[in-house]
């Protein structure tokens, strides 16, 4: 591993470590920060020092079952400071679109620490404008729902719920949602059967506008399980460990979806999109078989949240179902029932920025961010309560990352209807090197 490796994984498994991850745990109630270590290399002292289990093990600098002594012993033996700014010297060296984003990298990483520091009252508090900026390049601000409310309302008036009756547009996507249920008990088979059909859609739509060597590669090598009592409603993880008999990788992950989650057939349907193909797996495949045929950099196997690529990852995700359509307009999806629910988990994602500005921006009460997503977003009671409290509330995912999913998907469609296919698909998906949220446009206008 060269220098810039090795500054990488010490600093990306160090904060990640003090943040309560485990990279290595399968599982989306073990990991964190760190969304993937796919290479085979070595992991560093960051990870394997007998405090970094500590660490973990009593759930990160923001649980309050925290070993303090564990994070002490851990910070005199890993100098993770000096581990970012060493990303930052080599990131100087490199320069271009590689160095830019190395950069943007190590500015994410450093803010991380800072909210470190700051939870263990070792250092000021961080602001929250540096925060959002750090993983978005963009200054906070608040959602804007209009336009989304108005599609959603008209298009329940034309599947025939009101509207106009008692408890308004709320109460329509509610009857709408109700009637719409698909049973947890069954999502493996379903689940299976959706990522067929939008691995079939991303062979027609997505495949030609991208190199010839990406065909081979598995989009959707996933096994779905449902998961009970998780504080997330999903989590994808993506393996990448598991190699041929040639060596070759098998570009494996799973999704755990949470058993109580309750969604809608179309909203499931922007689900596997956003989390599977194209979305998030098919996006990690592809990068893995660039570091594989030496066209990415180490840290394209280091894949993290919080940052700067986890936005532009998130941008994509949320514009997958478009993207295997072969569309940039919700509108131009080819049911009106399907144009509901992506709407719908779009209101949900503006609703994620709204907790992360509310509750952090204008210091609302939890109960208060509540009641404004569930009213103005019109996201389901299990949604709000999420999203305003254990992601909400979090010191780190509530000012760093749900900021994320809105930027990442306003710049994405931006990109979409700005660029031609053939260039601008490419890219995005690092065939032309890896990017960010804000590196993306070198390499476009380059």
């Given at each position: 591993m060269d220098a810039i490796g090795m500054y990488l994984a010490d600093a990306v498994l160090g904060i990640d470590t003090l943040w309560g991850g485990d990279v290595m745990c399968a599982s989306g109630t073990g990991r964190f920060i760190a969304d993937s270590w796919f290479s085979d290399e070595a992991l560093p002292l960051a990870y394997t020092h007998p405090a970094a289990k500590k660490v973990r093990e009593s759930g990160g600098v923001a649980s309050k079952g925290l070993d303090r002594e564990a994070v002490d012993e851990y910070l005199r033996a890993v100098n993770l400071p000096a581990a970012i700014e060493g990303m930052r010297s080599e990131a100087k060296k490199i320069g271009g679109?590689?160095?830019?984003?190395?950069?943007?990298?190590?500015?994410?990483?450093?803010?991380?620490?800072?909210?470190?520091?700051?939870?263990?009252?070792?250092?000021?508090?961080?602001?929250?404008?540096?925060?959002?900026?750090?993983?978005?390049?963009?200054?906070?601000e608040p959602s804007k729902l209009e336009k989304k409310r108005l599609l959603v309302a008209e298009l329940l008036g034309r599947a025939g719920y009101s509207t106009t009756s008692e408890g308004g547009l709320l109460s329509a996507v509610d009857a709408w949602r109700k009637e719409r249920v698909i049973p947890m008990a069954?999502?493996?088979?379903?689940?299976?059967?959706?990522?067929?059909?939008?691995?079939?859609?991303?062979?027609?739509?997505?495949?030609?506008?991208?190199?010839?060597?990406?065909?081979?590669?598995?989009?959707?090598?996933?096994?779905?399980?449902?998961?009970?009592?998780?504080?997330?409603?999903?989590?994808?993880?993506?393996?990448?460990?598991?190699?041929?008999?040639?060596?070759?990788?098998?570009?494996?992950?799973?999704?755990?979806?949470?058993?109580?989650?309750?969604?809608?057939?179309?909203?499931?349907?922007?689900?596997?999109?956003?989390?599977?193909?194209?979305?998030?797996?098919?996006?990690?495949?592809?990068?893995?078989?660039?570091?594989?045929?030496?066209?990415?950099?180490?840290?394209?196997?280091?894949?993290?949240?919080?940052?700067?690529?986890?936005?532009?990852?998130?941008?994509?995700?949320?514009?997958?179902?478009?993207?295997?359509?072969?569309?940039?307009?919700?509108?131009?999806?080819?049911?009106?029932?399907?144009?509901?629910?992506?709407?719908l988990a779009l209101l949900q994602d503006d609703a994620k920025n709204q907790s992360s500005y509310l509750t952090w921006g204008e210091k609302r009460e939890q109960k208060d961010v509540a009641t404004a997503l569930r009213r103005d977003f019109l996201v389901t009671e299990e949604r709000a309560d999420k999203l305003s409290g254990a992601w909400g509330r979090h010191p780190l995912l509530g000012r760093m990352y749900l900021p994320a999913y809105r930027a990442g998907t306003d710049k994405v469609a931006e990109l979409r209807r700005k660029w031609p296919a053939e260039k601008v698909m490419p890219a995005i998906f690092g065939a032309n090197g890896l990017v960010d949220i804000i590196t993306i446009d070198e390499v476009l206008k380059g």
């Open positions: 679109t590689r160095g830019s984003y190395l950069n943007g990298l190590a500015q994410c990483m450093e803010a991380m620490w800072d909210l470190a520091m700051e939870v263990l009252g070792k250092g000021d508090a961080v602001p929250y404008e540096r925060s959002v900026e750090a993983s978005t390049g963009k200054k906070p069954s999502v493996r088979g379903l689940g299976a059967a959706v990522i067929a059909y939008f691995d079939n859609l991303s062979a027609k739509n997505l495949i030609p506008w991208l190199p010839k060597e990406f065909a081979r590669v598995p989009r959707a090598n996933i096994d779905f399980l449902p998961i009970r009592d998780a504080w997330f409603s999903g989590s994808m993880n993506y393996i990448g460990r598991a190699r041929n008999a040639d060596g070759s990788p098998q570009y494996e992950a799973s999704y755990e979806i949470n058993a109580s989650l309750q969604i809608t057939y179309p909203e499931f349907e922007q689900l596997v999109s956003h989390e599977v193909v194209p979305g998030h797996v098919t996006t990690f495949a592809y990068l893995q078989d660039l570091y594989v045929r030496g066209l990415a950099g180490f840290e394209a196997t280091v894949l993290t949240m919080n940052t700067r690529a986890a936005t532009l990852f998130e941008g994509i995700a949320n514009n997958a179902i478009l993207i295997a359509h072969g569309v940039t307009e919700v509108e131009q999806l080819p049911d009106e029932d399907l144009q509901i629910g992506v709407l």
